[in-house]
T-cell receptor, first 114, second 113 residues
């Protein structure tokens, strides 16, 4: 158990809908990262938050957004969903600003868009 | 997105055999991490490397940070059935001013009892 929790475990929705994925980092960790894992793309970095502020963006679509709240949990919002958004979404956390941090991953949310 | 070159893509071995996999890049990395992922689970950290030339062990696993800082390898000795999974290398490019961890495509390991 990495100490990172994610909910829900599974999510099935329809195209055009909006969903919210939630992540709680390990106790004491200030950085939260979001990743998308699909069969043909591997693990792709989406976005990094440190202590409530956005630190870096990766291959994140404009339809996707995230935030980190004062209690350090984070939410990833996916809107206008398309079939191609079906994937595993992972959250990871680390203790510092993330420059060379070891990242600990949560169990993931499997999103299926029908 | 940018990824590391990880090889082999898959391995099917007999229980008890040793396994070796590696990651290479054309860029310099200042941190290498090795993760294992099992079906339906998130990646689990196996070994972290922070210095060129560093050799670190975790039980039957050994990983090294290449001297050129452009590669890393992971060895598993005396494999057992529970070693089955996908192994990912990951790293931070140098210089790194973001938390962007770059991943290899993964090595799928299957172990025949």
């Amino acid at each position: 158990d990495s100490g990172v929790t994610q909910t829900p475990k599974h999510l099935i929705t329809a195209t055009g809908q909006r969903v919210t994925l939630r992540c709680s980092p390990r106790s004491g960790d200030l950085s939260v990262y979001w990743y998308q894992q699909s069969l043909d793309q591997g693990l792709q970095f989406l976005i990094h938050y440190y202590n409530g502020e956005e630190r870096a963006k990766g291959n994140i679509l404009e339809r996707f957004s995230a935030q980190q709240f004062p209690d350090l949990h984070s939410e990833l919002n996916l809107s206008s969903l398309e079939l191609g958004d079906s994937a595993l979404y992972f959250c990871a956390s680390s203790g510092n600003r993330g420059l060379t941090d070891t990242q600990y991953f949560g169990p993931g949310t499997r999103l299926t868009v029908l | 997105g940018q990824q590391l070159n990880q090889s082999p893509q898959s391995m099917f071995i007999q229980e008890g055999e040793d396994v070796s996999m590696n990651c290479t890049s054309s860029s310099i990395f200042n941190t290498w991490l090795w993760y294992k992922q099992e079906p339906g689970e998130g990646p689990v950290l196996l070994i972290a490397l922070y210095k060129a030339g560093e050799l670190t062990s975790n039980g039957r696993l050994t990983a090294q940070f290449g001297i050129t800082r452009k590669d890393s390898f992971l060895n598993i000795s005396a494999s057992i059935p529970s070693d089955v999974g996908i192994y990912f290398c990951a790293g931070y490019r140098s210089p790194s001013n973001t938390g962007k961890l770059i991943f290899g495509q993964g090595t799928t390991l299957q172990v025949k009892p």
